[in-house]
């Protein structure tokens, strides 16, 4: 892959950076070659964490689109 299609940074000032480091330019990788997992496991206490921190909105936005939230226990 050329540089022109990779995800960069442009340093500034260009000429300060490229007169100490060589360089005005950090390249990244692709974010199709970091490797990710291919499942992710919800713990029950991650999965009550979570649902106590978005309680509040689910149940504002249940109030407000009566989607039945409560039903499905996103909010007590």
Known sequence: MSNA???KIQL????VFKTIFGKSVIYFPALSNIKRAK????TKEFSELIL???K???KKLDDEFNLG?????YYQ
């Not at 939230?69 to 226990?73: H, N, Q, R, T, V």
């Open 39 to 42: 499942e992710i496991i919800l």
């Open 5 to 7: 299609y990779k995800p």
């Open 56 to 58: 509040s909105e689910n």
């Open 69 to 73: 939230l409560k039903d499905f226990g």
């Open 52 to 54: 106590e921190r978005y």
């Open 12 to 15: 500034r000032p260009h000429r």
